[in-house]
């Protein structure tokens, strides 16, 4: 059974940083792309960046140079460094897993998902 499980989320002030982790189990980890969504109150679930399982990277606009993704596969975890906060990140952040490297920025791609962590940034 896989298991994505997310953690790291919070309450933050705006211009903080958080990091957001992503344990993954039941699949073999590195041969899985890697993904962040995030959902806000009312919103649709956005991309936000995502990992090759050969460590290409891609990132939103509205998150490049301010957030970083990484793997570690032998830890069997995904990571999502949020640096300069800012109110509009505020949203339940999704890992997710896909076992390609294209379309990564489409929720469809993903074949597995977390249950979300909640990230609040306050102005």
């Known amino acids: 059974q896989v298991q994505l499980v997310e953690s790291g989320g919070g309450l933050v002030q705006a211009g903080g940083s958080l990091r957001l982790s992503c344990a993954a189990s039941g699949l073999t980890f590195s041969g899985y792309s890697m993904g962040w969504f995030r959902q806000a109150p009312g919103k649709e679930r956005d991309f936000v960046a995502a990992i090759t399982w050969h460590n290409s990277i891609d990132y939103t606009d509205s998150v490049k140079g301010r957030f970083t993704i990484s793997r570690d596969n032998a830890k069997n975890t995904v990571y999502l460094q949020m640096n300069s906060l800012k109110p509009e990140d505020t949203a339940i952040y999704y890992c997710?897993?896909?076992?390609?490297?294209?379309?990564?920025?489409?929720?469809?791609?993903?074949?597995?998902w977390g249950q979300g962590t909640q990230v609040t940034v306050s102005s």
């Open positions: 997710a897993a896909a076992g390609t490297n294209y379309r990564l920025r489409v929720g469809l791609t993903y074949f597995y």
